[in-house]
């Protein structure tokens, strides 16, 4: 359709035809129909030119961290046997993936010639996980003397997944979590280390400690080396996901502070070779080994809710079996004292199955979380605040963690 500049052409050519007739001077007219037929062509010019513009979205990766940059590419393809009109190209994004001094996803492109492609890319910053949608594309078609623009949208939209941050752990858990091995091989195992261990593909996710360059080099892709113990290892990851367990709120609630932690443990407890599953009880699912992939890409999306999903989900991890390594990365409640928490009486009683026990406490009363737990023997402790790597290294000697009660 015209422009706001074509609709003025216009209205002046009908009052050039007018003058002319009123005084009588025929050049006018010439003037009227000429500005007239330029309108007209210009908006046939769009009218055929953007009717064969195919679009691809890239997004490079699609898998990321928060604050890694993404790379957007579009790849604009002309199909027509003719040239394109001038492009103004807009990909609608959330304005909290642009980077702070980015612009808008907007571009205008020279004349693409027939059977040719154009490619563009604009970068992103997500500030935190989830799952982002980016698109759809819209495409503005202008002639070159700005007559005439037509609109053009697609439908399709890309989703760009963001894992939660992954903090690089140093060595395994404590001894403990072999099956039908005693605790002198479990000691024998864990104090004199082990060179067994398999190569696979890269995983986003995966410790870049682990890569294996010469298997890289050979095979022209990412492989890393994964850890594998001479017996079967497992370990379950439980992330409280009460509403009312965390503190804070936005990129610093306590809640995306025990995602973090999850994954990091995920991660390292993946990268030597233990078989992990994750309890998380507001999607529901139960317990079941996956690979860290999968572990991160249900972290990237899990959200805190309400109910009795946290007793649902024990009583679940309780039903599977137990065997191993547990690590609870859980909070506590404002005004219900813990000792009368029944989701923490469950997860008390659930962990007496296992061998190896490990608690990462937070919320409103950790220190009073951090003494019961003390109390029933056995659990390494550590605060959800505090510094994660120390926290670990502490675990796995077997001392007291950052930010445990003295």
Not at 57 to 63: A, E, F, G, N, Y
Request: proline residues 8%; aromatic residues 4%; positive net charge.
């Amino acid at each position: 359709m015209p422009t706001t500049r074509g609709l003025l052409l216009l209205s002046g050519s009908v009052a050039a035809w007018a003058v002319g007739r009123v005084l009588d001077v025929p050049e006018l007219y010439i003037v009227a129909a000429a500005s007239a037929l330029a309108v007209v062509a210009s908006v046939l010019m769009v009218s055929m030119a953007g009717a064969s513009v195919a679009v691809k979205r890239d997004i490079v990766p699609d898998r990321a961290q928060p604050d890694e940059p993404v790379e957007m590419r579009l790849a604009l393809r002309n199909d027509a046997n003719w040239p394109t009109s001038r492009l103004l190209v807009e990909d609608r994004c959330p304005a909290q993936l642009l980077p702070a001094d980015g612009e808008p996803a907007r571009f205008a492109i020279a004349p693409i010639p027939s059977g040719r492609t154009t490619t563009i890319s604009y970068e992103l910053a997500p500030p935190q996980r989830g799952r982002w949608e980016v698109g759809p594309l819209t495409l503005r078609l202008r002639d070159p003397l700005g007559l005439a623009e037509r609109r053009r949208g697609y439908r399709s939209t890309s989703r760009l997944l963001v894992y939660p941050t992954v903090v690089p752990l140093a060595g395994p858990p404590p001894r403990g979590g072999l099956h039908g091995q005693g605790t002198h091989n479990q000691r024998r195992l864990f104090n004199t280390g082990d060179e067994l261990y398999t190569m696979r593909e890269y995983e986003h996710g995966d410790d870049l400690r682990q890569v294996h360059w010469p298997t890289t080099a050979r095979r022209g892709r990412l492989m890393v080396r994964q850890n594998e113990l001479p017996w079967r290892a497992q370990a379950t990851v439980l992330l409280d996901t009460r509403v009312d367990a965390h503190r804070g709120t936005g990129r610093d609630r306590g809640f995306e502070r025990a995602v973090i932690v999850a994954a990091s443990v995920l991660s390292a407890l993946s990268a030597h070779g233990y078989e992990t599953r994750l309890v998380l009880p507001s999607d529901g699912r139960p317990p079941a080994p996956a690979r860290i992939g999968e572990h991160l890409t249900r972290l990237a999306e899990v959200e805190p809710a309400r109910g009795e999903a946290q007793r649902v989900a024990l009583e679940g991890l309780r039903r599977a079996g137990t065997a191993g390594v547990l690590v609870a990365v859980v909070g506590t409640r404002r005004r219900l004292p813990v000792t009368e928490d029944d989701d923490i009486r469950a997860l008390r009683q659930v962990g007496r199955a296992f061998p190896t026990r490990i608690a990462f406490v937070g919320g409103y009363q950790p220190d009073a979380l951090r003494a019961l737990l003390a109390g029933s023997g056995r659990w390494r402790i550590a605060d959800v605040e505090a510094e994660l790597e120390q926290s670990w290294h502490q675990i796995r000697r077997g001392r007291r963690p950052v930010g445990a009660a003295s």
